[in-house]
């Protein structure tokens, strides 16, 4: 099957830490992406991991372990504009297309 | 350097009309992808084509819907005898090669509605 889910809403404060979760389940594996959207905008990318372990950009990390079938995404030190929807999404071993989850809607409040 | 350009941003059509939504790749870009993201749904994946080939139409609806992305010129989605439940935001991504660790990179997408 097809499977991947990610929580739907999430809220955090100004200046703090959000980890947003993802699980997934397929057959094949060739890679999870993570992609930030405002609303109305198009999804823009964040993050990419096809090995287990952590890639740190910045402000935002991304996290994979293929055994578990989990990545998280984490957003440190929170702005404001931060408020968007967080996209996750993998790739299947021999094809080219992103399967995504539904997103998840960041808030982020003063 | 441009990015993804789609057109229109925003379309209209009366239920049984046609819809055509046009993407132009990234420069340098040979690959598109096509996603629809329904009210309150993730994105799903319609079709991938390079330059006069269609190379995975597996998320297409049987009927009423075709892409194209010829030699010269932009890819085309089009939408025959459209529906209501068609209105949705359908993106165009492109990306350099057909290899899985390119990112795709999206356009700012068409909005269908469907009256």
């Known amino acids: 099957g097809q499977n991947i889910d990610q929580p739907t809403e999430m809220t955090a404060t100004e200046g703090a830490i959000v980890q947003i979760n993802c699980t997934y389940q397929?057959?094949?594996?060739?890679?999870l992406f993570w992609y930030q959207q405002h609303a109305g905008e198009a999804p823009t990318f964040l993050s990419y991991?096809?090995?287990?372990g952590l890639e740190e950009k910045g402000r935002f990390s991304s996290f994979l372990s293929r055994s578990k079938g989990y990545s998280y995404l984490l957003l440190k030190e929170l702005q404001m504009k931060d408020s968007a929807s967080y996209l996750c999404?993998?790739?299947?071993?021999?094809?080219?297309?992103?399967?995504f989850g539904t997103g998840t809607r960041l808030l982020v409040s003063p | 350097n441009a990015g993804v350009m789609q057109n229109p941003r925003h379309l209209v059509r009366r239920r049984g009309q046609e819809a055509r939504l046009r993407c132009s790749p990234m420069?340098?870009?040979?690959?598109v992808y096509w996603y629809r993201q329904l009210p309150e749904e993730g994105l799903k994946f319609m079709v991938y084509?390079?330059?006069?080939?269609?190379?995975?139409e597996s998320g297409m609806p049987k009927e009423r819907f075709s892409a194209e992305f010829p030699k010269e010129g932009p890819s085309i989605l089009r939408i025959q005898q459209v529906v209501r439940g068609d209105s949705a935001a359908y993106f165009c991504?492109?990306?350099?090669?057909?290899?899985?660790?390119?990112?795709?990179?999206f356009g700012p997408g068409t909005r269908l509605t469907v009256l």
């Open positions: 991991n096809v090995l287990d």
């Open positions: 397929t057959s094949g594996f060739n890679g």
């Open positions: 420069k340098g870009h040979s690959h």
């Open positions: 084509l390079q330059k006069e080939n269609i190379i995975d």
């Open positions: 999404a993998y790739m299947n071993t021999g094809f080219q297309k992103l399967v």
């Open positions: 991504a492109s990306s350099p090669t057909g290899s899985p660790y390119n990112e795709q990179f």
